[in-house]
């Protein structure tokens, strides 16, 4: 049974309304803030150094004024690395994997360190972005480097940087490139015996694209995202990404349309690159012994069997035994590229699947009446695969008979991404509230480093919220009986799709809505939970914070329903910040 109502106005409120509301809601943090120096303390201050060197906007579009010359690029990054003390022959000692896409390329970093990991090896992995603390982007044997390791290694860098300093560049590189040196260290200090290197963006003027000789590349799913950098068609987008290949270095790619993989397929024999295509996860499996994976929803095969690939592969260039025996099969491919090879997968491969842990990737936390829905996605296309996946376990989940279930989207998007597109996506979802927030945990973040974002204005971040909220609001007018859902699944519709709640209502409105905006993404939990989360019991309101203005709107419905399902999507910082706040384990 969905849950039916009709509810009162809300109030009006401009944006000048909602910045002072947030305003009067900030708590100052306790002196005792400033006044500790342990270990904790020590790594929260390397972070704020490092987050001094957010530019990432200026960054970004310097990288696009310079995108036509990838010289300058590299040169660029090669002096970083050899003032830090580094030269190319340093990483030329790790055994890399480096991997890119525009969809899904974590998720196989994740797959392919897990499998290794599972031979003995001691792994190194460097992803981004990070979900709660920074230390995630650099991993050993798959977990975050220690506050104290990230702060050893981060003042020796920073300081070396800053005794080698000369008038060529400037002192410190950027935030990204900083981080991509760090790990370089890191991963040669302590030893690894190979490092999992996801790209940034893009790939041939991505930062990582230093390494000259990984042991073995790959492509996940070609999409469009980052145009502004990366260029505005997939065929761009792809020649942008086969830039990683290196001359006789093996690559792997999963299907892909025709037009990008004729352009990977290029970029491969210009150098030469020998370039293979991934045959289906269901090509490995035995028909009494399926592969379970870790990650849930069915696009994470495809990164699956990209990560077999490039498990084997890695396994087979260092001699290693016990690879998986070749699979005799009938596989035919009609595309340009040869197939990869099929095998039995091992042990510690099938082990791997399992075991793989992503966080804030087509992860489900449920908590009493409280059903956590949590996927970064913020493409069009990965947007679709979590619709798929939200929907599917909405529907396989077993219905409550004594009470109504309440369906509600959380949402942000950052970046110049077209969120009325993405918001499209997400209508048939049937939700019955639409809420908007920053990616802010706390109003104030002053006390938390990692949440310090010196890139994007409070005012900005509010006023993309109000926008969404928006594009929301019209998109639910001009819905039609049509869901263009409905041609993929079997799922039936389960009621008419509710009017929005108004934050800012632009003029004379029905009195059935139900979308709204918080200032930071504690408030907007706490309204969704009502308590009811037994992980997340906020602590009360301090005295003189401002109660949101409409936020009693909804709340008895939410507070008797059965079951409530929420579905947070748009930006993995969005997830990042649910994540820490529900689980405060995640920040130790």
């Known amino acids: 049974m969905r849950a039916l109502r009709r509810l009162s106005p809300a109030s009006s409120l401009d944006l000048k309304g909602l910045k002072l509301w947030c305003k009067a809601s900030m708590i100052c943090p306790s002196i005792s803030t400033y006044l500790s120096w342990d270990e904790h303390a020590a790594f929260e201050d390397a972070v704020r150094a490092l987050n001094t060197l957010q530019t990432n906007a200026s960054y970004l579009e310097q990288t696009k004024q310079e995108r036509g010359d990838l010289q300058v690029q590299l040169e660029t990054m090669k002096h970083y690395l050899s003032r830090s003390g580094l030269q190319l022959e340093d990483l030329d000692q790790l055994k890399i994997i480096h991997v890119t896409g525009t969809k899904g390329k974590g998720s196989t970093c994740a797959f392919t360190e897990r499998i290794l990991r599972g031979y003995g090896l001691k792994t190194g992995f460097y992803s981004s972005p990070h979900l709660v603390q920074v230390r995630e982007r650099i991993r050993i044997n798959g977990e975050p480097i220690s506050p104290e390791l990230f702060t050893k290694y981060f003042w020796r860098l920073y300081n070396q940087l800053e005794e080698t300093k000369d008038g060529s560049c400037s002192s410190m590189p950027p935030y990204f490139r900083f981080l991509t040196i760090l790990a370089f260290h890191v991963f040669l200090q302590e030893k690894v015996d190979l490092a999992v290197v996801e790209v940034g963006i893009g790939g041939a003027y991505d930062c990582t694209n230093i390494i000259r000789k990984p042991v073995v590349c790959g492509i996940s799913s070609l999409g469009i995202d980052h145009t502004n950098i990366l260029g505005d068609t997939i065929e761009k987008i792809a020649w942008q990404k086969g830039g990683i290949f290196k001359p006789g270095v093996p690559a792997f790619t999963v299907s892909q349309p025709d037009s990008p993989l004729e352009v990977l397929k290029e970029c491969a024999q ?97 908590r009493g009446a409280l059903t956590w829905y949590l996927d970064g996605a913020h493409t069009t296309n990965s947007i679709q695969a979590g619709v798929r996946w939200f929907r599917r376990a909405v529907l396989n989940q077993e219905k409550p008979n004594n009470g109504p279930e309440v369906r509600v989207l959380l949402f942000n998007a950052t970046g110049e991404r077209d969120t009325a597109a993405l918001l499209k996506l997400l209508q048939p979802c049937q939700f019955d509230y639409a809420v908007f927030c920053p990616n802010l945990t706390e109003i104030s973040p002053v006390g938390n480093a990692d949440q310090q974002n010196f890139t994007v204005t409070l005012d900005h971040m509010l006023t993309r919220c109000l926008e969404n909220q928006k594009h929301w609001n019209r998109l639910a007018e001009e819905k039609a009986g049509l869901d263009p859902w409905l041609a993929q699944t079997s799922e039936s519709s389960s009621g008419p799709l509710h009017g929005p709640l108004l934050l800012v209502p632009p003029a004379p409105r029905p009195l059935n809505t139900s979308s709204l905006v918080f200032s930071c993404i504690s408030h907007a939990l706490q309204w969704i939970s009502q308590g009811r989360d037994p992980h997340f019991q906020p602590s009360s309101l301090p005295r003189g914070l401002h109660s949101h203005p409409v936020a009693s709107t909804g709340a008895v419905l939410l507070k008797e329903a059965s079951s409530i399902q929420v579905l947070v999507t748009g930006s993995l910082h969005l997830v990042g910040g649910v994540l820490k706040l529900l689980d405060p384990s995640l920040s130790q």
């Open 270 to 366: 210009q150098l030469p690159c020998p370039l293979y295509l991934c045959p289906p996860l269901d090509a490995f499996e035995e028909e009494e012994q399926p592969l379970h994976l870790g990650l849930a929803g069915d696009h994470q095969r495809s990164n699956a069997a990209l990560a077999l690939q490039l498990a084997r592969c890695w396994l087979q260039q260092q001699g290693h035994k016990g690879i998986g025996e070749l699979k005799t099969v009938s596989l035919t491919s009609r595309r340009a590229l040869p197939l990869a090879p099929v095998f039995y997968p091992t042990r510690p491969m099938k082990q791997g699947l399992q075991d793989t842990e992503w966080l804030g990737r087509t992860q489900t936390l449920r």
